[in-house]
C-alpha cells in the first residue's frame, strides 16, 4: 500500500461545487481586491482568532513583515527567533532591516524554550517571535512574561498553527500580534498563496492595513512607504469555503496523531504535547538518529515522507554572514540532522494510518 504525504486533490474534491461556486460569485462581482469577499473572510477568521482585527496580505511571509513594521522595527534593532524554523520565521525580521538573533528549541516540541530567551535580549532587542512550529502551541506564558518585563513586542508566526489552541485560546491572539500563511499544505490552505495578520490593537491593525495598501490607510493618502500585499477576492472567497470545515479537518488531524502517538510509543522519538496545549498537527514530526536511513526504508515500503527541516537557518547561504553563538542552536543543529515528517492530512484514512504505523514499527 501507498500512503502519500498529503493529498490536497481529495480536500478540493470534497468541497468542488462550493469552491466552484465561491469562484463564479468572485468573477460574477466585478471586484477583485479589497472588495466584500476579504472583508467577510477577515471578519470570519478574526473570529476564529478570538481577536477584533485581521488583515488579509499576501503571503505569510509579507504578514511577518508588515507586522514587525507595523511595530516600528527595522534597520539597527533585533528580533529574536527560534533556532529550528522554516526560514521565513528568519526572513521576514531580514526583510524589516533588523537582525534575526536565534535562541534554541526544546527537544520535545521543536518551539523556542523560553529559558534561554533572557540571555539573549541586548539594548537592541524589540521583540520575541516564538513560532508555533508543526501546529504545536508554543510555551506562551514564560515568553510572553519575559517579553513584558523587557518591554518587548511579541509577534507570534502561527502560520502552521490555524486553530491551534493553548489554555482556550487559539495561537495568534496571545502575543501583541499574530502571522498566519495560507499557503496551498497549511491546515487552512489558499489556491495560491495568501496570508493573515491578527491582533487585538486597533492602532497597529490600523498600521498593517495602510501597509499592505501602499501605505495608504484610504485612497491618495500615503501615510507611510508601504507596499502592495494584499489577499485578494478570489482567495478570499475560496478560504471562505475552507475555514467553515477547519474545526472538522483539525479535529481529524488530532485523531491520526492519536493513533500515531498510541501505535509507536517506545518506537522513535515522538513530540511531545504539554498539557494545556491542544495542537492541530500541521506536521507530524518524529526523530530518528538514522533519518536519511530510516526515510529510505518507509519509502521502499510505499511511505512518503518530508524532512521539515533538513538545514538549519543559520547554515543556509542566505545567512552567511550572520554571527551566531553555536551554544545558541544546538538542538536545532540535532533536530535539522534527525527530523522526519510522516503522512498527516483529513483525508487520511484509517487503513493508510495502520499502514504507517505497521511501516514505521517495522523499519526503525
Known amino acids: 500500500m501507498t500512503v502519500a504525504f498529503l493529498d490536497l486533490r481529495a480536500t478540493h474534491d470534497e468541497l468542488r461545487e462550493e469552491l466552484h461556486a465561491a469562484a463564479v460569485r468572485v468573477i460574477d462581482s466585478g471586484r477583485y481586491v479589497l472588495g466584500p469577499e ?29 507586522a514587525l513594521r507595523a511595530l516600528d522595527i527595522g534597520s539597527g534593532d533585533e528580533v529574536i527567533v527560534p533556532s529550528h524554523t522554516f526560514i521565513a520565521s528568519w526572513l521576514g525580521v531580514t526583510r524589516t532591516g ?14 523556542l524554550d523560553p529559558s534561554r ?21 508554543a510555551d506562551m506564558g514564560p515568553i510572553v512574561a519575559v517579553a513584558r518585563r523587557h518591554d518587548l513586542a511579541v509577534v507570534e508566526d502561527a502560520a502552521q ?37 491578527v491582533t487585538h490593537d486597533p492602532a497597529l491593525a490600523y498600521r498593517c492595513r495602510a501597509l499592505r495598501n501602499y501605505g495608504s490607510p484610504r485612497k491618495y493618502v500615503h501615510d507611510a512607504q508601504g507596499t502592495n500585499s494584499r489577499l485578494d477576492e478570489l482567495q478570499a472567497a475560496l478560504l471562505r469555503v475552507k475555514l467553515e470545515r477547519l474545526p472538522e479537518w483539525n479535529a481529524r488531524r488530532r485523531a491520526v496523531a492519536v493513533a500515531y502517538l498510541d501505535g509507536l510509543e517506545g518506537v522513535v522519538a515522538l513530540p511531545v504535547v504539554h498539557p494545556g496545549a491542544e495542537p492541530v498537527w500541521h506536521l507530524f514530526v518524529v ?9 529510505a526504508r518507509l519509502g521502499q515500503r510505499g511511505i512518503e515522507t518530508l ?8 547554515r543556509t547561504g542566505a545567512y552567511a554572514g550572520l554571527t551566531v553563538d553555536p551554544s545558541q542552536v544546538v538542538v ?7 527530523v522526519l515528517s510522516l503522512p498527516m492530512g483529513p483525508h487520511l484514512d484509517d487503513a493508510a494510518v495502520a499502514e504507517v504505523v505497521a511501516a514505521v514499527r517495522a523499519c526503525a
Open 307 to 314: 524532512i521539515h527541516y533538513p538545514t538549519a537557518a543559520h
Open 332 to 338: 536545532a543543529e540535532r533536530l535539522a540532522a534527525e
Open 98 to 111: 533588523a537582525t534575526p538573533v536565534p535562541v534554541d528549541v526544546r527537544e520535545d516540541t521543536a518551539n
Open 161 to 197: 498553527a490555524h486553530g491551534a489552541l493553548l489554555d482556550a485560546r487559539v495561537t495568534g491572539s496571545l502575543g501583541d500580534v499574530g502571522a498566519f500563511s495560507f499557503y496551498p499544505g497549511k491546515n487552512l490552505g489558499a489556491l495560491g498563496d495568501g496570508g493573515v495578520i
Open 287 to 295: 526523530r530518528h538518529p538514522e533519518r536519511d536511513a530510516f526515510q
Open 38 to 66: 476579504l472583508e467577510a473572510f477577515e471578519d470570519e477568521f478574526a473570529t476564529l482568532c478570538g481577536v477584533p482585527h485581521a488583515i488579509g496580505v499576501g503571503s505569510g511571509l509579507d504578514a511577518i513583515e508588515l
Open 117 to 137: 530567551i533572557e540571555e539573549a535580549i541586548t539594548e537592541r532587542t524589540r521583540a520575541v517571535m516564538p513560532v508555533h512550529l508543526y501546529g504545536q502551541p
